[in-house]
T-cell receptor, first 115, second 120 residues
């Protein structure tokens, strides 16, 4: 069965601080994809990253970075030098190549960046 | 590319009436579309998966007679909430995937902007 856990329900930091959002997943699939999405107050999901289970290289995109650790089934997301515009709900998600191929979301982490 | 639209973006209806939400893939053919529901401060929950030209597959606990899904063309899927009640008030999000042009090979779903339904 697939499961994605984001243990941090809410995080609040002051602008310019670094913040890491945790994501732990469970799957029986040997090959799968992991995603991070941002959901601002408008509600529209914004795609941030997709990571193939074969590729454990970490990725950096501007102030965003992702750490994929297959050994611990984690796919954590770090925002460096956070900004007020980063305030949103962030979802981690996973889809397996086998079976029903459904995208399963974590519970989401509400991130608030205070000026 | 890979734009998905939803209409309407918000709707208010009276209890007992039916509401139709449209999901369109604007620049690609969506062989598969998904419908999610999101209650306030909760995650997205998959309601159903629809493949063009066939019946939708509903998730456990989702009433197929209440949430009618039609995926009659490769660019349009509709969700009709029949006899809506206040507990159906939610944010409904669709997504689309195209398995035949390579867009879906990476298992990425393209999400619509969502429709906020309020039933009074």
């Amino acid at each position: 069965a697939q499961k994605v856990t984001q243990a941090q329900t809410e995080i609040s930091v002051v602008e310019k601080e670094d913040v890491t959002l945790d994501c732990v997943y469970e799957t029986r699939d040997t090959t799968y994809y992991l995603f991070w999405y941002k959901q601002p107050p408008s509600g529209e999901l914004v795609f941030l990253i997709r990571r193939n289970s074969f590729d454990e290289q970490n990725e950096i995109s501007g102030r965003y970075s992702w750490n994929f650790q297959k050994s611990t089934s984690s796919f954590n997301f770090t925002i460096t030098a956070s900004q007020v515009v980063d305030s949103a709900v962030y979802f981690c998600a996973q889809v397996g190549f086998q079976g029903a191929q459904k995208l399963v979301f974590g519970q989401g982490t509400r991130l608030t960046i205070n000026p | 590319g890979a734009v998905v639209s939803q209409h309407p973006s918000w709707v208010i209806c009276k209890s007992g009436t039916s509401v139709k939400i449209e999901c369109r893939s604007l620049d690609f053919q969506a062989t598969t579309m998904f419908w999610y529901r999101q209650f306030p401060k909760q995650s997205l929950m998959l309601m159903a998966t629809s493949n063009e030209g066939s019946k939708a597959t509903y998730e456990q606990g989702v009433e197929k007679d209440k949430f009618l899904i039609n995926h009659a063309s490769l660019t349009l899927s509709t969700l009709t909430v029949t006899s809506a009640h206040p507990e159906d008030s939610s944010f409904y999000i669709c997504s689309a995937r195209d398995l035949w042009s390579g867009r879906g090979v990476d298992y990425e779903q393209y999400f619509g902007p969502g429709t906020r339904l309020t039933v009074t």
